[in-house]
């Protein structure tokens, strides 16, 4: 739930702001090769590798980066 609420795009939480398991699917608009902006694309990506991961470290660990340029970057596109 927590994951959920902090993937929320809006007030309420939607399916798709829950893992794909629980029948929520990837924003198809936003996909590699589509007319969507950088920040979008990787809005949705870092999105997707947090439903995936089970802390911050590991999702640094998984983007290849340092956790605090995670934390700024989820920061700056409003996903904490």
């Known amino acids: 739930m927590e994951r959920a ?6 007030e309420t939480i939607g399916l798709t702001d ?4 629980f029948g929520a699917q990837p ?3 936003v996909a590699v ?6 920040d979008a694309l990787e ?3 870092l999105r997707r ?3 995936l991961s089970h802390s911050l470290e590991e999702e640094a660990r998984i983007l290849g980066i340092d956790p605090a340029t995670l934390y700024r970057k989820r920061q700056k596109l409003g996903l904490i």
């Open 5 to 10: 609420v902090i993937l929320a795009t809006g």
């Open 18 to 21: 829950l893992p794909e398991q």
């Open 27 to 29: 924003d198809p608009a």
């Open 33 to 38: 090769g589509a007319r969507v902006s950088l």
């Open 43 to 45: 809005t949705e990506h």
């Open 49 to 51: 590798v947090l439903i």
